[in-house]
């Protein structure tokens, strides 16, 4: 009979210890229910006001030589919430400069040394793993994140294939059922998504150091799963080229790390519509602070580029080029517009290589000292291998100049290795007080919190794109503000002068044109989020438009607040955004000619003088044709945005005492 008992309470504990558990946790305002469920393997499924949007979806790691994995048959120690609302005060602030920090967290340690912790938001959700392993280095084998979506949800992916994880992040998205996505379409963050009864939900991680970028993946059904790019452990310059790689050697595992630590947050912002998608900001509350707290040194401002109008200026008695008299006019337009810097790109130094000496002809020294004067910083282009290489001694040399910051180019990369290069650049950078704009690279995702003179990432197919094909468009233009502008601050470059309808637009690599109207470009600059917002014109056609020039260098590139007015994916945006105490207000729209009504109720004091950039009457046929005036609105007035097809609308308000 003893050991019948004793057979019994065996069987009876082995059946406790293998029983599947459930935790769950919701969002502070009730409306986002999180259900965790450790049990053989460990998973979380989500429901937003009643809705199930995941399925129970598996979260695993595993780690060279451990015994517990973390999510595998998990044995939960201790379960612990916590419930905060608190604030964050962003240094650089792209939405808001007072953050609003509530939600509620789970956490459950787990036998093994590790954790995995929730959080629950309002507008969103997150859970990242945390280890703290005896051993001082471990290898990361994969990371496992599976996405069951409820059947019927749609997406905007991006158009690559990325079978070796090299990209410069620039696709356009295209909108597909998610039952249509295979597994060699491997996309890249972030991934916006819609589910059947409207919920949007925006696919993100956060806190991304020491490890790869994730990538997504289908399988002809309603399941998104992750990827890693390997680490590389040999790599060559291809034949003949200066910047592009070949991968001769990659590693079985995506990660060499440290023991204990955090491992980078898998987001899912949750939203009611897509207003609320533009105001999200959970990338940067996920992200780690700021390293330090020197920062009055940083100076968002705009930039004159040099790129996109091929060196082109005219009306003058030099030889436009590369050359200190060409810089010099760029300065001196700056100065006249009140931009903070300009942008000497690819072709001011000795080799693209050689980034520690300009070519013959140009001074920087002199440039430097010119600028100064006329409170104009320089900012230098420099390609990322040679400084990957000689970081401290390149950034030395533009320390001892005096340039203002760096824009580092062609990564193309989303490794761990690449990864670390970008933290390495923006601690090197902040040393020496350097800004730093990433060119060619992978998406923001936390960065730019921890080293806040980490101005702003392409990772965009940006308005560069017009000197080469007809995809930077209106409607591409209203997708990236719910895609690639949701991870945070994009280096769109937009402000062209020269401007086409559908049916007028040609390709022009030296004297390029923007498909939409000017009042277009003139809008991006409230829209578009951006520290360090380029003028990618000529200063030689600025001059020719000094209206448009006059306008968008008032434009702010940093915002105390943001209200989304009107917003549909792909068609139409109105968007507020406020700076000291001036408010700033926006429209864009498709190929469509709209007409918007606005209730200025965001508005704080009773009377605004209201100066507006809009689309002339013929800009339906005459693309750059525009019209400005300025008029007096109260708090709560309703007023018409009225916009041609390919049309924008902007304005600035500034209080009236």
């Known amino acids: 009979m003893k050991r019948v008992l004793i057979l019994l309470h065996i069987i009876l504990c082995t059946c406790i210890v293998t029983q599947a558990k459930n935790y769950t946790v919701s969002s502070p305002d009730g409306k986002i229910k999180v259900t965790v469920t450790a049990g053989k393997q460990l998973s979380w499924s989500i429901n937003y006001n009643g809705e199930r ?50 939600y509620n967290q789970l956490t459950l340690t787990c036998k093994g040394n590790y954790a995995i912790v929730f959080r629950v938001y309002n507008n969103g959700a997150a859970y990242r793993f945390e280890t703290s392993l005896k051993q001082p280095k471990v290898i990361i084998n ?34 597909l059922n998610i039952s249509s996505l295979t597994k060699d379409m491997k996309g890249y963050l972030p991934i916006y998504l819609s589910t059947p009864k409207g919920t949007k939900v925006v696919i993100m991680e956060s806190d991304l150091f020491d490890y790869p970028n994730l990538f997504l993946t289908g399988d002809r059904n309603n399941t998104l799963s992750g990827e890693f790019p390997p680490v590389v452990l040999k790599s060559a310059l291809k034949e003949g080229a200066d910047r592009d790689e070949v991968l001769l050697e990659k590693a079985s595992y995506i990660a060499e790390t440290e023991g204990t630590r955090t491992f980078p947050w898998r987001v899912l912002m949750i939203n ?45 008695d030099f030889k436009a080029g590369v050359n200190t008299d060409t810089y010099k006019y760029f300065i001196d337009f700056a100065s006249k517009y009140g931009i903070e810097y300009i942008l000497l790109d690819e072709g ?6 050689n980034i520690k000496e300009p070519i013959p002809g140009l001074d920087i020294p002199e440039l430097v000292r010119y600028g100064k004067e006329r409170n104009v910083g320089l900012v230098l ?30 990564m193309q990369r989303s490794d761990q290795y690449m990864v670390n290069f970008y933290e390495r650049v923006g601690k090197a950078a902040m040393e020496r007080k350097l800004l730093v704009d990433f060119h060619g690279s992978f998406k923001p995702s936390g960065l730019q919190k921890k080293y806040p003179n980490v101005m702003t990432f392409e990772g965009v197919l940006g308005l560069e794109h017009d000197k080469d ?24 470059t937009p402000g062209a002068v020269n401007n086409a309808t559908a049916e007028d637009f040609y390709i022009n690599f030296v004297h390029p044109i923007s498909l939409g109207t000017r009042a277009h470009q003139a809008a991006l600059y409230v829209v578009y989020e951006s520290p360090l917002q380029m003028l990618a014109d000529s200063p030689s056609n600025y001059y020719k438009a000094p209206e448009f020039a006059s306008f968008i260098s008032r434009i702010p590139t940093i915002w105390e607040d943001t209200k989304a007015i ?92």
Not at 67 to 96: D, F, H, M, R, Y
Not at 620 to 640: C, G, P, Q, R, W
């Open 53 to 102: 949007i995941l399925n129970p979806s598996l979260m695993q790691m595993d780690i060279e030589g451990q015994t517990e994995q973390p999510g595998v048959n998990p044995k939960v120690i201790k379960a612990k919430t916590l419930k905060v609302n608190s604030e964050q005060t962003a240094v650089i602030p792209l939405k808001q400069r007072i953050i609003k920090d509530q």
């Open 142 to 175: 994969t990371e496992t994140i599976e996405q069951n979506w409820t059947e019927g949800c749609k997406l905007y992916w991006p158009r690559e294939k990325n079978q070796e994880y090299l990209t410069h992040c620039e696709a356009i998205f295209d909108e």
């Open 272 to 316: 009611e519509d897509d207003k609320a998608v533009i105001e999200n900001n959970l990338v940067y509350q996920l992200a780690s602070p700021s390293v330090t707290q020197d920062t009055d040194w940083i100076k968002p401002g705009k930039i004159s580029w040099d790129w996109w109008s091929t060196l082109n200026v005219y009306g003058v």
């Open 381 to 410: 282009w420099t390609l990322w291998n040679p400084l990957d290489k000689e970081l401290d001694e390149i950034l030395d040399v533009y320390e001892k100049w005096g340039i203002k910051g760096i824009k580092v180019d062609f």
């Open 348 to 353: 001011w130094s000795a080799g693209t290589w």
């Open 566 to 657: 009107t917003a549909k994916i792909g068609e139409q945006l109105v968007i507020a955004r406020k700076n000291g105490k001036n408010w700033y207000l926006a429209g864009l729209t498709d190929w469509n000619a709209r007409n918007i009504e606005v209730k200025l109720d965001f508005l704080e004091a009773s009377k605004y003088k209201m100066e507006i950039f809009k689309d002339g009457v013929n800009a339906d046929v005459y693309a750059s044709d525009f019209k400005t005036e300025e008029v007096m609105v109260s708090k709560d007035e309703l007023i018409n945005i009225t916009m041609a097809k390919g049309g924008g609308w902007a304005a600035i308000l500034t209080p009236v005492e």
């Open 469 to 492: 094909s007809r995809d930077i468009n209106p409607v591409h233009d209203l997708i990236l503000p719910f895609t690639r502008m949701v991870a945070g601050p994009m280096d769109y």
